[in-house]
């Protein structure tokens, strides 16, 4: 497959976590595969750590945006970033060591065969996810049914953030009718892809919660997801995505 591999990672007050996972992706990885780190202006001094890395390790970039504008926005950022920059794909993921950059290998295999590949953490009728709380799990996956049973599309976990994407995804979606955010924001890429006819795969992870810093996730972004999997069904149903 032409064209190299980006990871995207934003970041919001993830001091505690960044420098680790950076060098623990440079240190995994080769020449094929850059970084690119969107911070919102963490107040936490985030975008100072990644900048020191970044004069010893060219594979890092990073762009600040002037304050905490959400995560559908930052990641959208990115795509453009890496569509401009000619990546061939083009990977999604957390700076909270939720996703083990252990998994981007597998990831980078499969996308081989598929046009977006999915991190999942409820394949096969099993759970992977470890510390969370019995609630976070239940919101999580009843999310998953939920959103399965309103558009039918065939993802075991539609709001997982671990992905790959190949650019030919994402030059086919109009990226400026993408407005959701969090939670709405994986489903509606994952939809938008799926009515496209591109070949989703799903591959197993462990997804384990965050040890240091705190969730980002808010009732905005649980309600949004809620309302957003019916506004993509109608859409679908006029013909409009």
């Not at 999915?118 to 999310?143: H, Q």
């Not at 994407?165 to 990226?175: G, P």
Request: with cysteine; proline share 4%.
């Amino acid at each position: 497959m032409s064209g190299r591999a980006l990871v995207i990672v934003p970041t919001y007050n993830e001091a505690d976590n960044v420098e680790n996972l950076l060098n623990a992706i440079l240190d995994r990885y080769g020449a094929e595969l850059d970084i690119l780190v969107i911070d919102d202006s963490s107040p936490d001094g985030t975008a100072s750590i990644v900048r020191r890395i970044k004069e010893r390790e060219p594979r890092v970039n990073l762009l600040v945006r002037p304050g905490k504008l959400g995560l559908g926005t930052a990641y959208l950022m990115g795509f453009r970033y890496a569509l401009d920059q000619g990546y061939g794909r083009i990977i999604e993921m957390d700076a909270d060591f939720s996703h083990d950059p252990a998994s981007i290998a597998t990831m980078l295999d499969a996308i081989k065969e598929a046009d977006l590949v999915i991190g999942s953490r409820y394949m096969n009728n099993t759970v992977n996810v470890v510390n969370w709380p019995l609630s976070r799990l239940i919101l999580s996956k009843g999310a998953s049914i939920y959103t399965r049973l309103i558009t039918g599309m065939p993802v075991s976990d539609p709001t997982g953030g671990f992905k790959c994407f190949r650019s030919e995804v994402l030059k086919a979606i109009d990226l400026e009718r993408v407005h959701s955010q969090g939670y709405s924001f994986q489903i509606e890429m994952n939809y938008r892809a799926w009515k496209k006819r591109f070949n989703i795969r799903e591959i197993p992870i462990v997804f384990v919660d965050r040890s240091v810093g705190k969730s980002k996730m808010t009732r905005k972004n649980i309600f949004e997801a809620a309302w957003m999997v019916w506004w993509l069904k109608i859409l679908s149903v006029l013909r409009l995505l």
